[in-house]
């Protein structure tokens, strides 16, 4: 046979053998791509389409009385019944399984993909093991892509909430005209957010409101995620459960110190509060935290409160509310621009007994421009923070590492 005759065979064949392999291939079950690390956010943020194919159809539940919808996802570790200890305040500690516990996110529809990064983070670090609730509030209505995209990567049940306007708005005895003058004085001195009308109402919703909300009514704890967290460290440990059999109401991992230009007069108003309500300052309280001279003036130290967790029914309760309602009237979340970090912090430092209020040195956390680690290096080996640090760089571990970790 002619040398030409059999190169026209071998590829007559081999384009054959091509047609029925990429047909097999084709026909076949192929897989869905795995929903992306967080190393591939940044590129899925701007390649969404691309990923809508990987998500999962979730029906909406809207409730009948709001417009509030519930959507659950599968949950394996729901809290059991049984016996139960308490509180100390009134919060119920089952013996095993999970707390009366959610997640709260204020959030709005352009944080979808900001919000997702601190999802995932979460859910890595902590939730998949114990699938706790989360609760989405927003002054707008979460659009359907929000409440899918989250769905999906919730391991728990999540909720979706709107904002009463009355929550979200000017209370009627504040002067629009003074409060106007303010927010342009604070532009010119470049004051941060000193602008800003809905960082204001932001504050004061977070300080006053976001606990009253119907979603959260039937929770004890919360843990607080803003957008574009990371938690570096893996989370071993329940801290619901361990702020209750520990008798903690209020947990943080980073102190610092607030504005002084947005706060001038809180303490003025706290200290009205303090004469108004002696009997709702606890007797071991935290006054040498927040104040240098006795509580003559406010040392600006503040737990920074978009990390923290903390039980509900505190802030439910009459104390905390008579500290609002004080500054509240003061009117300085507009006429200056107070933050819910300090409110919280001075209520907390005031109302708490010092050993209520729980440092989370074990939660390796970043929210920019700030990162806490695990101060101990045995704790940051242990969670990992160090180990990944040492990795990263290519460096030498210390002698007897492997001691300390996996």
Known sequence: MAAGNVRIIRYVLFTLFAIVLIYFISSSSIPKPPLPSGSDLAKWKGRKEAHQGVFKKVEDDPLEDSKEQLIV??????????????????ASVPKEGKMNATFVTLAR???LWDIVESIRQIEDRFNRRYHYDWVFLNDKEFNEEFKKVTT???????KYGIIPKEHWSFPDWIDQDKAKKVREDMAERKIIYGDSVSYRHMCRFESGFFFRHPLLADYEWYWRVEPSIKVF????????????ENKKIYGFVISLYEYVETIPTIWESTQKFMKKFPEHIAPNNSMKWLSDDEGESYNHCHFWSNFEISNLNWLRSQAYLDFFETLDKDGGFFYERWGDAPVHSIAAG????????QFFDDIGYWHVPFTHCPTSE??????????????MNDLGKPDGWQDQTD
């Open 73 to 90: 996802a599968p949950s394996s570790n729901r809290t059991p019944p049984g016996n139960s200890t308490t509180s100390p305040v009134g």
């Open 109 to 111: 529809n352009s944080d």
């Open 152 to 158: 999906t990567l919730i391991s728990g049940t999540t």
């Open 233 to 244: 460290c893996d989370v071993g440990f329940d801290p619901f459960r361990y702020m209750a």
């Open 350 to 357: 005031l109302m708490l007994n010092r050993d209520q209020i």
């Open 378 to 391: 045995s704790k940051r080996l242990d969670l990992k923070c160090t180990k990944r640090f040492f990795d």
